[in-house]
């Protein structure tokens, strides 16, 4: 029978990990506990449970960012005033998340740590220039979530370390955001293609900044920056929007799934650009 691990702090955890190296550690368990049921043969491995670790829990203002505990439910985050004013992308995101009873369980560390390519909070959380913060014996260390999530359910997360924060900066400055996602179905879906977006305009009415993000294109969230230096100093008109769109078209690198098939995600990541765009523009 697995035996199951309880800590209640995280040096505790960390006197867990020491004696049990192959534990599993679970948040809310709703992508491990059905990754456990698929797998086939005899698996022993404790659980480590982190609901109870306190250092791991809650929402606070650090000055600069924003810190969100790695097993802060998605319920909690979704309805905490300070991420809805400084990442509201974010609370977008994860309210796409699953069903209620998924997102009262599930938490924001452990869709980080299940690396997707359809993980619905990751391509706000690459815009907003968030940080994982992970923690061992060893100390502490800060890693930009692109660079830690390294393809499809792989992490740069090390052995006997523990993701403890999420690290958002403040998102200032950017009027014009928006986050979609395109399923098989209004609700549970797994994103075929998911697509944020952040625009800055100049008083000249032309594009000051851009950032853009795609899910379900590539085997990691898909930052285009040849797409976003593109839009710069231009005005979002018809051959702006159009140019950018085949850009995107061109450019990101879908599979064929039981979802969708490439050519169908390639069109809709565009699509879902130029319907951003186009709605700056009117």
């Known amino acids: 029978m697995r035996a199951v691990l309880k800590p209640g702090r995280l040096e505790e955890l960390f006197?867990?990990?020491?004696?049990?190296p192959d534990a599993l550690p679970m948040?809310?368990?709703?992508?491990?506990?059905?990754?456990?049921?698929r797998e086939t043969g005899r698996d022993e491995r404790?659980?480590?449970?982190?609901?109870?670790?306190?250092?791991?829990?809650?929402?606070?203002?650090?000055g600069t960012e924003i810190s969100i505990g790695a097993v802060t439910p998605l319920t909690r985050l979704i309805a905490d005033p300070l991420v809805a004013r400084h990442a509201p992308l974010l609370v977008r995101a994860s309210g796409t998340i699953g069903g209620p009873a998924v997102?009262?369980?599930?938490?924001?560390?452990?869709?980080?740590?299940?690396a997707s390519p359809a993980g619905d909070s990751l391509p706000p959380l690459y815009l907003l220039g968030a940080e994982v913060e992970v923690a061992s014996r060893k100390g502490i260390r800060r890693v930009p979530v692109g660079?830690?999530?390294?393809?499809?359910?792989?992490?740069?997360?090390?052995?006997?370390?523990?993701?403890?924060?999420?690290?958002?900066p403040r998102a200032e400055g950017f009027p014009f955001q928006a986050f979609e996602k395109v399923g098989l179905r209004r609700s549970l879906a797994v994103a075929v293609v998911s697509f944020t977006g952040m625009v800055r305009m100049s008083s000249d009415g032309t594009v000051e900044a851009a950032r853009f993000a795609w899910g379900s294109v590539a085997p990691t969230v898909a930052r285009l920056p040849e797409v976003e230096a593109g839009l710069v100093g231009r005005r979002l008109d018809r051959d702006t929007i159009r140019?950018?769109?085949?850009?995107?078209r061109?450019?990101?690198?879908p599979i064929d799934d039981i979802r969708a098939p490439a050519d169908y995600r390639r069109a809709v990541a565009a699509n879902l650009l130029s319907r951003f765009l186009e709605g700056i523009h009117a």
């Open 15 to 20: 006197s867990l990990l020491d004696r049990h």
């Open 46 to 62: 404790p659980l480590l449970l982190l609901s109870h670790v306190a250092e791991l829990q809650g929402i606070s203002d650090m």
């Open 147 to 168: 660079e830690f999530v390294a393809g499809p359910g792989c992490t740069q997360l090390h052995t006997r370390e523990i993701i403890t924060r999420i690290l958002i």
């Open 243 to 248: 140019a950018a769109a085949d850009a995107v």
């Open 103 to 114: 997102r009262n369980m599930a938490t924001i560390g452990g869709n980080v740590r299940t």
């Open 27 to 37: 948040g809310g368990g709703t992508d491990l506990l059905v990754k456990l049921r």
């Open 250 to 253: 061109r450019t990101v690198s």
